[in-house]
């Protein structure tokens, strides 16, 4: 795929997620566009308290006001918000708009690239035919809808609509192509600040593991928990993140007490900033997770010269073998997960730098300024603006479009419901769903300020 280092662009980029929210997948998106804005103007969109706008250098943030708890941000797709959204990607003119979701906001460009004629890139985090195994499946209802025969169909009509689909693995292009997807799909890997992570470490007796990441199921820091039964009393475990169900966290220090594990700590959330001090005091990281695409904890812990002990997945598959720690079938039993993990502590000085020095060389091309690259160059094969087909939709055009087929205050007297085509019955679907929702989380937090208000007056 040839690329021109000399060509800037103009690139729309979105996520469903907060600065600091989304995990592995929030963090990408928001590195991403600091990244491009290094050399390409780019428009980012992403959810905020309010909806605002501001510029830093060739970086452009829209803030689409949205209402949620945690991960949760639901954007209000209110007329106003709609056409703010149309204004800016007018105004802005982009030559490729790229998505990392396929939530509300992500279907809204969609629509407007396909009807621009702009090539519209989607980077697939999760793998499509197991969507629900990402954590959603701990969430209660939302469980439910996304495993519903209607949002089956939305992710199909969503990713039959994208010019491009950039996989960030073999194994998670396999799964696209298994979901039915029929168009151009790219390998592309996680970017990370590879020299933010490296640092030297002291070479210590001190047996520390540790893993980083949501605790869930799909994680199973359960199975890592019954691990430190078969290791000496010297060895210590650090469990880094927040658990996305109380119950599952509650389960695992249950388990701890039942096993009189003194030596497993549960850290809780803790800022991004902070992993990379957190890896250089770790002897090994450990993952006994049954799910990933390209899990940026690992990646991380790699960066940072760790080696890594783990059971098998698709991070765990593509990067780790003997030369940077073991990779374990995903039967291995507790205690022989436990007796590897020894024989990486037990190593001397000289081999343990040997394995820090082939953990860093696996990861050593994902350094964002050789993925922005890769990335430009997905962009440059599926055509920017020179090559788009005439016929450019302006802002007010689509809202006039919407104005005729939509239902509710987007229909017009007059017109059929037959009329109206899946695109549009998706998107007004999207649009009540966003502003029902708002209203939730909206009389949610009216009711726990009051609440808290109630209980402060009868203890005060």
Known sequence: MEYNSYLR??????TMFEENGGGGMGRVAHEMAEAFAVDHEVLFIYPGKVTRQKKEGKLWRLLIGSKGEGDVMIPTLSKRNIRLIFNCLEK??????????????????????????????YTSHVLPTKIVNFGANELGKISRILDSKVAKRYFSYFFSHCQGVVALNQRAK????RFGYKGEIFLVPNGRNLAKYWQEKIFTKKNELVFVGYLTRR????YLVEVMRYLPKDYSLKLVGLAINSNYLTELERLVERYHLRNVAFLGGVSHQK???????????????????????????????????GLSNETVDEFIDESCGFWLPK???????????????????????????????????????EIVEKTVAVYQKL????????????SWQLERDFQKKMPGFYFSRGKRLKKVGKED?????????????????????SWDVWKRKFAFSLTG
């Open 425 to 445: 019955v998706y998107l007004f679907g999207l649009m009540v769903g966003s502003l029902l929702a708002s209203f939730f989380y909206t009389l949610k937090s």
């Open 275 to 309: 992993i990379p001090e957190i890896l250089r005091e770790a002897k090994v990281f450990v993952s006994a997770s049954q799910m990933e695409v390209q899990s940026l904890a690992i990646l991380e812990a790699l960066a940072s010269g760790t080696p890594v002990v």
């Open 383 to 394: 055509g920017g603006r020179d090559e788009r087909e005439k016929g450019f939709s302006s």
């Open 219 to 222: 994680k199973n820091q359960r």
């Open 9 to 14: 662009m103009k690139i729309v980029l979105a």
């Open 174 to 177: 396999e799964d696209i192509l």
């Open 331 to 369: 039967k291995t039993s507790p205690k022989d997960f436990a007796k590897k993990v020894k024989e990486i502590c037990s190593l001397p000085e000289e081999e343990y730098e040997k394995l820090r020095r082939n953990a860093r060389g696996k990861v050593e091309h994902l350094d964002w300024r």
């Open 92 to 121: 802005f003119s982009p030559e490729v708009v790229h998505v990392h979701d396929p939530g509300p906001v992500s279907f809204l460009l969609q629509m407007w690239a396909n009807k621009s004629k702009t090539p519209f890139v």
